[in-house]
């Protein structure tokens, strides 16, 4: 008796056992091949599903985010402001982001001689840092800014620190018109540093310096203005116009790659890009650069990790200087 005891005994504890290690891997295949621990982290972020509640987004601009629904911001003059958090876009749009303002932040920019300037930003948001933007389309952004002091603009983030911006996609058309010693265009990114991964951009960007007497220094990038963002796997299609009176540097990726502040190191990344389309610009001065090609306008630091990057872009320089250019 006392011997069956034991058999039923040990029976019991090998089909636990067997329980436990199938149970172990259930979980385990959940978690890790169907990504349930992501799906169960997206359940603790706030809903977005208004106008209303994107903007509310302005009041805790540290927490974590997610549309529930396509958003369209016709008839609304967006106000760009900071943001720290995650906005996880899951998949949907939104339309018809208009903005006519810089927002109220302010950021240390520097010119490629590290000459620094206190700068204005408009964008989504004016500034990220630390803040993730994922899985978001942004369709008929119309950015139109009038600035006189340094301003950087972008459809993202006017200026992007230590941030992420992935699997996004970004349609519309960005004027500033500037004047101020240091300004610039992105399609996603006015300026900064940070990861822009898996990014489709169909952008018209236009950029004017209103100003003939001052030798400015101008940036446009298909996908940053300036700065040392890493990008990879972005496909950007720019039509660009740049009306300089200064110093141009225009790029299909980048108008300037350059680390800042002084003494700053980084592995830069750039690879497995397509750019195609063209920026057509002037530069009205007799000390003339005219940097304007295909990836990188104006190239200051090594890129440690290049590859795979492909374009059909024209540079069209023009020699006439009275005339604004515009589409």
Known sequence: MANEVRKHSKTGILIAALIIVILGAALYF???GF??????????YKRISTPE?????????????ILAKDIDLAGIDWVPFTFNGILEGNGHTVSNLKITQTGMSERRTYDGNMKEYDTVFAGMFDVI???EVRNLTL???????????????????GYMGNSKI??????????????DRMFGVGGVAGYGFGRIDSVNADITLICIDTDRDTKDEQFMGGVCAAGYPDIVCCNIKIDGY????????NGGLVGMFQFYPKGTEHDA???????SGKITFFEDNEDRRAYCDAYIGERMERIEYWWSNSDDFTSNEVFEYDVDLLP
């Open 30 to 32: 959940a978690f890790a």
């Open 35 to 44: 990504d349930l621990g992501h799906k169960l982290e997206l359940m603790t």
């Open 53 to 65: 509640e994107l903007i509310s987004i302005k009041d805790d601009p540290n927490g974590k985010y």
């Open 129 to 131: 840092e630390g803040a």
């Open 139 to 157: 369709s008929g952004v119309n950015i139109d800014i009038a600035s006189d002091a340094p301003c950087f603009i972008g459809s993202v983030a």
């Open 166 to 179: 992935l699997n996004c996609s970004v349609e519309g058309t960005l004027k500033l018109m500037a004047h």
């Open 242 to 249: 740049d009306s300089d009176h200064g110093y141009v540097h």
């Open 269 to 275: 990344e750039i690879g497995g890009n397509h750019v």
